[in-house]
């Protein structure tokens, strides 16, 4: 067995893995500036206080990239559940989740991944 096919094996229909991790207002200033969207949404905490989310939030890009590795100022969960296996492409098809600490869903995603030599 080739290491390609070792590392397709690994990855069976229901396997799922769950990241979490806490941003900091360093993290959304970094992404603010590699963006150029410095909206009063993503960085100021005074002004989001008065608003009903009560607090900044991250940007829905910024989300997007967690779904590979979960980051956030409010603690954001990524959930990657393989759902769906192409043997002879060589394709896994999983379901991507990233949820708020509250338990909102703020992304979803098919994640396709196409293993290759």
């Known amino acids: 067995m080739s290491n390609g096919s070792a590392h397709f094996a690994a990855l069976p229909v229901g396997r799922k893995v769950t990241v979490s991790k806490t941003v900091s207002e360093t993290d959304l200033y970094l992404f603010a500036g590699i963006t150029g969207d410095f909206s009063p949404n993503h960085v100021d905490e ?23 590795q979960a ?13 769906e296996r192409g043997e002879a492409a060589r394709k896994a098809f999983s ?23």
Not at 59 to 65: I, K, P
């Open 46 to 68: 005074a002004h989001m206080r008065k608003t009903p989310y009560g607090r900044r939030i991250a940007h829905g890009a910024l989300a997007v990239g967690f779904m590979s």
């Open 71 to 83: 980051s956030t100022k409010a603690l954001v969960t990524v959930t990657y559940e393989v759902v």
């Open 95 to 117: 379901r991507v989740t990233v949820t708020t600490d509250r338990g909102s869903v703020v992304a979803a995603a098919t994640h396709i991944l196409k293993l290759v030599e």
